[in-house]
């Protein structure tokens, strides 16, 4: 008995025609017959009383199309349900700690693998594991390893912090500054959160600098760094998005706090679930690494 033969018989009970089900149907009708004849054979009975011009179903007839109906609406849940985890399969919640990395990541990963949908975010705190845990995130781009046995974190890209200075500052003539090192002046950064914000805030409050962050959106930041000769920074993952001018010079920033290895942490027990964006992401950090050491 197969799935078929059920709609089969239903499409005969609801037409009270063999030929006219077997016309819905697009098979002829001697086809039609023989498989009727095959199912009451396998049930045992004649589900059809049967005249000239029509067939009627019979109290064995009757009873079994209630249980037909029933298989076959299970079989379209399971068609519905099956299709539903195979999607949610194909999606992948990930977030980032810092908007750099979630830049550079997103659309990339987005390209290599368009078959699978990236709900992406940007997270500020120390609730790592339990938001892995509880499975509010597929995996969370950290700056640090998490400490916990339920939990796996693999090295991910590198990320630092440069001064953008403009070309007429006496910093421009700089290899390499410190944050501590900067005189009293305003500091442009987009009011977009994330790890090196609070890392540079940290420092500033903890080292008394004098150092006034001006925060805008990010589009009004932009602008201004285009338009005016305050300093600024950027981040090598975000650069690719932001063009400075040429006017400005790019300076590395030395201080320890805004040199990061990123790493991508995960819950052990996802690991099948998470593995496309591993391998990725071991991609990109192998081409992070020809990049700044070409042979």
């Given amino acids: 008995m197969d799935i078929t033969a059920l709609e089969y018989f239903k499409r ?16 002829t009708q001697p086809a039609m017959s023989a498989m009727l004849k095959k199912l009451e054979e396998e049930l045992g009975v004649e589900l059809f009383d049967r005249s000239p011009n029509r067939i009627y179903l019979n109290k064995a007839g009757e009873i079994a199309l209630i249980h037909v109906n029933t298989i076959l609406r299970n079989v379209e849940q399971m068609k519905a349900d099956v299709l539903t985890a195979a999607r949610q399969s194909r999606v992948l919640s990930i977030s980032f700690c810092d908007q750099g990395v979630r830049w550079f990541s997103v659309p990339r990963f987005s390209v290599a693998h368009p078959e699978v949908q990236l709900k992406d975010d940007l997270y500020e705190g120390s609730d790592v594991v339990k938001l892995l845990s509880e499975r509010v995130y597929d995996l969370m ?11 796996q974190s693999l090295p991910f890209l590198r990320d630092q912090v440069y001064l953008s200075a403009p070309s007429t500052s006496e910093l421009a003539a700089r290899d ?25 805030e940290q420092v500033i409050t903890e080292d008394r600098l004098p150092i006034t962050l001006v925060k805008n959106n990010n589009n009004v930041t932009q602008h201004l760094i ?40 995960y819950l052990k027990s996802n690991r099948e679930r998470v593995n496309v964006f591993l391998d990725w992401g071991r991609s990109a950090v192998q081409r992070q690494s020809e990049a700044a050491n070409p042979a």
């Fill in 12 to 27: 005969i009970a609801e037409c009270g025609s063999l030929t006219k089900a077997a016309r819905q149907l697009h098979i």
């Fill in 141 to 151: 781009v950290t700056p640090q390893k998490v400490q916990d046995a339920r939990m």
């Fill in 176 to 200: 390499s500054i410190s944050l501590r090192e900067i005189p009293a002046q305003p500091l442009l950064y987009p009011q977009i959160g994330g790890y090196f914000l609070s890392q540079m």
């Fill in 226 to 265: 285009r338009t005016t000769n305050f300093l600024a920074t950027i981040s090598t993952l975000s650069m690719d998005l932001r063009n400075d001018g040429t006017h400005r010079t790019l300076i590395p920033m030395t201080d320890p706090e805004l040199n990061v290895r990123y790493y991508i942490s």
